[in-house]
């Protein structure tokens, strides 16, 4: 067990909608990544969050936004979905500058 | 910006063999590279890092990996396979100095055979 907490474990949804994928970090880490699994594109980094402050981007879609609350739990919002969004989502936290630490993922499914 | 190649998508080993997984990298600055394991259906486990410190690397589980400048590599190995070594491993490197994000290798898949 890691410690980063990812919820919910599974979605299912359809073409065009909206969901919201939650992670808790570790205790005491400030920064928050998401990254995104596929067959096609592997392992993707989209954004990254420290102490509420975006750090960095990757390639994050426009239709995806990100945010990190007071409390540093993270949120990435999904909007017009499409099938090519399925993937497995992964949120990961670090200490500043230490090893980054995944969650189990919450794996989306578009239909 | 930072990549790694992993070389092989499959490895497959008998159980008690040698595991040897392989992976270069590309860096325009000094590395942080780092070893994750992936199981079916879970998250990535942090096998080991380098960080510039010992170019020798222990992990858990009994891998290590050797940061070799020279040859910009950084392969993991583990002396004797067991079953529960089955798993994706994937290679990741991060430019360190406020640029943390990973970059991920494509992944190799271990099959440890009996």
């Known amino acids: 067990d890691s410690g980063v907490t990812q919820t919910p474990k599974h979605l299912i949804t359809a073409t065009g909608q909206r969901v919201t994928l939650r992670c808790s970090p570790r205790?005491?880490?400030?920064?928050v990544y998401w990254y995104q699994q596929s067959l096609d594109q592997g392992l993707q980094f989209l954004i990254q969050?420290?102490?509420?402050?975006?750090?960095a981007k990757g390639n994050i879609l426009e239709r995806f936004s990100a945010q990190q609350f007071p409390d540093l739990h993270s949120e990435l919002n999904l909007s017009s979905l499409e099938l090519g969004d399925s993937a497995l989502y992964f949120c990961?936290?670090?200490?500043?500058?230490?090893?980054?630490?995944f969650g189990p993922g919450t794996r989306l499914l578009v239909l | 910006a930072q990549s790694v190649t992993q070389l092989g998508s499959h490895v497959s080993v008998s159980e008690g063999a040698l595991v040897l997984l392989r992976c270069n990298y590309s860096?325009?600055?000094?590395?942080?590279l780092f070893w994750y394991v992936q199981y079916p259906n879970q998250g990535l486990q942090l096998l080991l890092k380098?960080?510039?410190?010992?170019?020798l690397v222990k992990g858990i589980n009994g891998f290590e990996a050797e940061f070799k400048k020279s040859e910009t590599s950084f392969h993991l190995t583990k002396p004797s396979a067991h079953m529960s070594d089955a798993a994706e491993y994937f290679c990741?490197?991060?430019?360190?100095?406020?640029?943390?994000?990973?970059?991920f290798g494509a992944g190799t898949t271990v099959t440890v055979r009996a």
């Open positions: 990961a936290s670090s200490e500043q500058g230490g090893p980054q630490y």
């Open positions: 205790s005491g880490d400030l920064s």
């Open positions: 969050y420290y102490n509420g402050e975006e750090r």
């Open positions: 860096s325009s600055v000094p590395p942080y």
């Open positions: 380098y960080t510039s410190a010992a170019t």
């Open positions: 990741a490197v991060s430019g360190g100095s406020n640029d943390y994000k990973l970059s």
